[in-house]
């Protein structure tokens, strides 16, 4: 069974220009959660969506937005794009809606100039 | 690969050694914890869970132990291995939502 696969691995964006990164979660599962990782915040939860439906959000602001689709598929966005927003970003996956094993990606490295 | 963090509390033991690992987690409400290994340009890896009904959890040379009344959950790792070197991250969760994770322990293993 294929590993959860994010695209792209890495991005280049500049100061105020808007990114979306995608994230395809293991097959059969409906959780799609997402992360940021700096090294001086650590691993911080951004938002949780659960057959299409976002159920968590965790404290960042508006810039960044996420979407599922049907097939479990999971996009986010952050428009204007911050110096601060360099980081990876992570996507997992679960197949349990409350709680359970979470099966990370690769991550997007994002690096804003 | 990348740089999961610059500063993090680094733990250095010998090959063939046992190495334990702690966290301190913030809610005593959290039902679900986690222990998650990253090694260097990859995502977070799951390596074993507890349940806030359970105090100890056993798998494959490891180890999780949980204590409630001082909110803290160690890892322990049998025969520690130079495979065994990478950051590691305890996460805590109620009802399955809103992960928080601790900011991570590096495990160097020496020869």
């Known amino acids: 069974k294929a590993g959860v696969t994010q695209t792209p691995r890495y991005l280049i964006k500049t100061r105020g220009q808007q990114v979306t990164l995608s994230c395809s979660p293991i097959s059969g599962h409906r959780s799609v959660s997402w992360y940021q990782q700096t090294p001086g915040q650590g691993l911080q939860f951004l938002f949780e969506?659960?057959?299409?439906?976002?159920?968590n959000k965790g404290n960042f602001p508006g810039r960044f937005s996420g979407r599922q689709f049907s097939n479990s598929r999971s996009e986010m966005n952050v428009s204007t794009l911050e110096l601060g927003d360099s980081a990876l970003y992570l996507c997992a996956s679960s197949l349990e809606d409350t709680g359970g094993e979470q099966y990370f990606g690769p991550g997007t490295r994002l690096t804003v100039t | 690969g990348e740089s999961v963090g610059l500063h993090l509390p680094t733990l250095s033991v010998q090959e063939g050694d046992n190495s334990i690992i702690n966290c301190a987690y913030s809610n005593s409400a959290s039902d679900y914890f986690i222990w998650y290994k990253q090694e260097s340009g990859k995502g977070p890896q799951f390596i074993i869970d507890?349940?806030?009904?359970?105090d100890k959890r056993q798998g494959q040379r490891v180890t999780v132990l949980l204590n409630k009344t001082v909110k803290h959950l160690s890892l322990q790792i049998a025969a520690t291995q130079p495979g065994d070197s990478a950051v590691y991250f305890c996460?805590?969760?109620?009802?399955?939502?809103?992960?928080?994770f601790g900011p991570g322990t590096r495990l160097s293993v020496l020869p």
């Open positions: 969506y659960f057959s299409e439906t976002q159920r």
């Open positions: 507890i349940r806030s009904n359970m």
């Open positions: 996460a805590e969760t109620l009802y399955g939502q809103n992960f928080v």
